[in-house]
Nanobody, 124 residues
């Protein structure tokens, strides 16, 4: 059974940083493309970042390019999202997701496995 567990969400000041983690179990982690999404109240779920099975290829939404960095440690079955220069509009529940199909990494529908989410709140 695939399980993804996010952690690291918190209340942070605008301009601050935070690193989210997502630990996978029940999977052969190096076989999965990993992605991060977020959902803010009243908004659609939004793609943030994804990286390839080896971690050598990454992709980002325009809104976070240059501020957020996705990385993974296949030995620890963990994917990270380093978030810098956080702004109030980054407030959301952040989810990690996993897929093996190498489908469109920005499309949430290509990810069959999801974590429960972790809340990030950025105060102004």
């Amino acid at each position: 059974q695939v399980q993804l567990v996010e952690s690291g969400g918190a209340l942070v000041q605008a301009g601050g940083s935070r690193r989210l983690s997502c630990v996978a179990s029940g999977v052969a982690f190096p076989n999965y493309v990993m992605g991060w999404f977020r959902k803010a109240p009243g908004k659609e779920r939004e793609f943030m970042a994804a990286n390839s099975k080896s971690g050598s290829v990454t992709g980002y939404a325009d809104s976070v390019q240059g501020r957020f960095t996705i990385s993974r440690d296949n030995a620890k079955n963990t994917v990270y999202l380093q978030m810098n220069s956080l702004q109030p509009e980054d407030t959301a529940v952040y989810y990690c997701a996993a897929q093996t199909t190498c489908g469109a990494v920005g499309d949430a529908r290509t990810y069959p496995h999801w974590g429960q989410g972790t809340q990030v709140t950025v105060s102004s």
